[in-house]
């Protein structure tokens, strides 16, 4: 392996580094893919719903072959309270037929199939390979110290696409070690039942899942969400809040998920159902403002190693893939001019800035403070929207008229006209 050179070196098999690799294989440059895990996806975690969008682009109808667990025909947003909870949702043949929206997935199975595509176009994937660190040279990277026997490979690019809180991108001084806000601790458990017993409970057809997204009193006031994503036979649930809401109520993730299990909209979903996996994994959520340098001489970033996560839609894995892209059309445009400078692989950055992933960073630059700095959002809306829409309901011989005053009454007491207005006006400056 000594003295091993490659056209480009990819360090991490997820979606943004496979993606990558793919695209600059099929452009005909030589390159090799490390992964620290036994396979492709082994050390993976995510919801996960994987979208169609932007993976096509490069692999067309790949959903045809792929290990995709249920196309999503109907996602739902559910605020919690301790009693049930409030909701809503999109149900549409539109987001399956022929070219689904979305999949849930599994990422163990999903990654290694998406490796063997790679390995198909000829790149060379390396398993049970972590990369240590950068070797450097006039401040250019030139390749990658390895575990491997005789482990130093060098590349005229790397492609740093290591995950969330890059060991690489720290050691290259680009990125500060990740603030506990700008992360969050996420477990899922993967519960198994039938497949007929997910399509009665979803009131889905074979092949077709449900996504519900979780907020209100599930993270017990913390910054956080929730997650219920129905696979073939099991479910997805998971729970994820900020490290620093962790330490600031005193909260353990197991304690959340265990709560959430038996929360009275849930437990009749995963009734009868075994847990047959535990995960945990951290989340990149500080957004656009926490967007390291992407690029550099020799070297680029892509997917949550560059912190390219759009949490408020459920969106990583496609950042991760369009980033992945993106970086591999820059890089084979700097191999035309064998210029692996900063400037040669600046077109990286800049198709990154005029695509989605950006626009859409940068839309929701506000967000995270906003979340944070308005704790109200996690602590008292929740209940307030359950116990309103309750009262909404309720029929005990009250006019219409003293059901709306009771409305009314909960929000002056709880919240306050005029913090209600704020919230209103502060959230959709935030969201515009
Ligand atoms: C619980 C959870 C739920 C999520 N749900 C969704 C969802 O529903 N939809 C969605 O779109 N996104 C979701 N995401 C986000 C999504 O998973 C990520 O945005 C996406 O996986 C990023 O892909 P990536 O390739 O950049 O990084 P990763 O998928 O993290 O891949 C990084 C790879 O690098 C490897 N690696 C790390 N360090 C080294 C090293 N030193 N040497 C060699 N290999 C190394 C790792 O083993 C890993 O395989 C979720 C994330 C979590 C944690």
Redesign the pocket.
């Known amino acids: 392996m000594a003295e091993e050179k490659f056209d480009i070196i990819v ?8 993606a990558a690799a793919i695209r600059l294989a099929k452009a005909g440059l030589e390159v090799a893919v ?4 036994a396979f ?12 169609r969008h932007p993976l096509e682009t490069l692999l067309p109808y790949f959903w045809k072959e792929a290990p995709v667990e249920r196309a999503i025909v109907e996602q739902r947003y559910w605020m919690l309270d301790s009693q049930g909870h409030t909701g809503g949702g999109v149900r549409s043949q539109r987001f399956v037929g022929d070219k689904p929206n979305c999949w849930s997935v599994f ?1 163990a199975k999903f ?1 290694r199939w998406l490796a063997e595509q790679a390995e198909a176009a000829g790149v060379m994937l390396l398993t049970e ?4 660190s950068l070797l450097q040279e006039n401040g250019k990277v030139i390749g990658v110290h390895t575990n491997l026997e005789d482990g130093d490979l060098w590349a005229d690019v790397v492609v740093i ?4 809180n890059s ?2 991108l720290r050691d290259l001084g680009v990125h500060p070690e990740i603030k506990p806000n700008q992360a969050a601790t ?1 477990v ?1 458990e993967v519960i198994t039942l039938p497949a007929e017993k997910i399509e009665d409970r979803f009131n889905v057809e074979p092949g077709q899942g449900v996504s519900i997204e979780l907020f209100g009193s599930l993270t017990k006031g913390a910054v956080g969400i929730g ?1 219920l ?1 129905a696979n073939q036979e099991s479910i997805s649930l ?1 729970v ?1 809040v900020l490290v620093s809401e962790l330490a600031r109520l005193n909260l353990k993730p197991h304690d959340l998920i265990e709560d959430l299990k038996s929360h009275p909209s849930i437990r009749p979903l995963i009734a009868g159902g075994k847990t047959e996996e535990y ?1 945990a ?3 990149p959520e500080g957004g656009y403002r926490t967007v390291p340098r992407v690029h550099g001489h020799g070297w680029v970033a ?4 560059a912190m ?2 759009d949490s408020l839609h ?7 893939v369009k980033s ?1 892209l993106l970086a591999a059309e820059a890089i084979i445009q700097a191999k035309e001019k064998q210029d692996f400078s900063a400037a040669g692989l600046a077109p990286y950055r800049q198709a990154l800035d005029a695509s989605f992933v950006m626009k859409d960073l940068k839309k929701y630059k506000n967000m995270s403070h906003f979340l944070e700095s308005n704790p109200q959002i996690f602590n008292v809306y929740p209940e307030l929207i359950n116990d309103a829409g309750t009262a909404f309901f309720t029929v005990d011989g009250k006019t219409k008229r003293e059901m709306q005053a009771t409305i009314l009454k909960m929000v002056c007491q709880r919240r306050g006209l005029f913090g209600l207005a704020r919230d209103a006006l502060q959230g959709g400056l935030t969201l515009r």
């Open positions: 360090v991490g098999a997820g979606p943004s580094g496979l490390l992964e620290r895990g492709a996806g082994s050390k993976n975690v995510m919801g996960g719903i994987f979208y990422r990654d390979a972590t990369v240590e696409a290591d995950g969330v060991l690489l996420t899922k997650f994503y998971g994820g995960l994994h951290l989340i892509v997917g949550d190693a390219l996560v459920r969106e990583g894995s496609n950042l991760a992945g």
